[in-house]
């Protein structure tokens, strides 16, 4: 069993910040990949930002604005968020692409959602 939990979500002014975290639990042997994917009301899951083997990447929309990083030891990945706008309102799911036993296949499993509201 593997369990992504995510936290910091929340309300903010436009032009605020949040900082969101995932920590990784459970049957885990290697993690390739770790990401933040975001679903707005009556639109599609996109992507946010990626991070893998210290690569990253992030969608145009959140590009100088957002920061994706990861700490290996404690299977946590962070988005710092900055400069936030009312469009960046959505619930933001983590995602770890990972090995979970040495013999097992790559997956990928995902956090439960946190809500983040841009609004003044």
């Known amino acids: 069993q593997v369990q992504l939990v995510e936290s910091g979500g929340g309300l903010v002014q436009p032009g605020g910040s949040l900082r969101l975290s995932c920590a990784a639990s459970?049957?885990?042997?290697?993690?390739?990949?770790m990401g933040w994917y975001r679903q707005a009301p009556g639109k599609e899951r996109e992507s946010v930002a990626l991070?893998?083997?210290?690569?990253?990447n992030y969608a145009d929309s959140v590009k100088g604005r957002f920061t994706i990083s990861r700490d290996n030891a404690k299977n946590t990945v962070y988005l710092q968020m900055n400069s936030l706008k009312p469009e960046d309102t959505a619930v933001y799911y983590c995602?770890?692409?990972?090995?979970?036993?040495?013999?097992?296949?790559?997956?990928?499993?995902w956090g439960q959602g946190t809500q983040v509201t841009v609004s003044s």
């Open positions: 459970g049957r885990i042997f290697s993690i390739h990949t």
């Open positions: 995602s770890a692409y990972l090995q979970p036993t040495y013999s097992g296949y790559l997956n990928n499993y």
């Open positions: 991070i893998s083997s210290g690569n990253t």
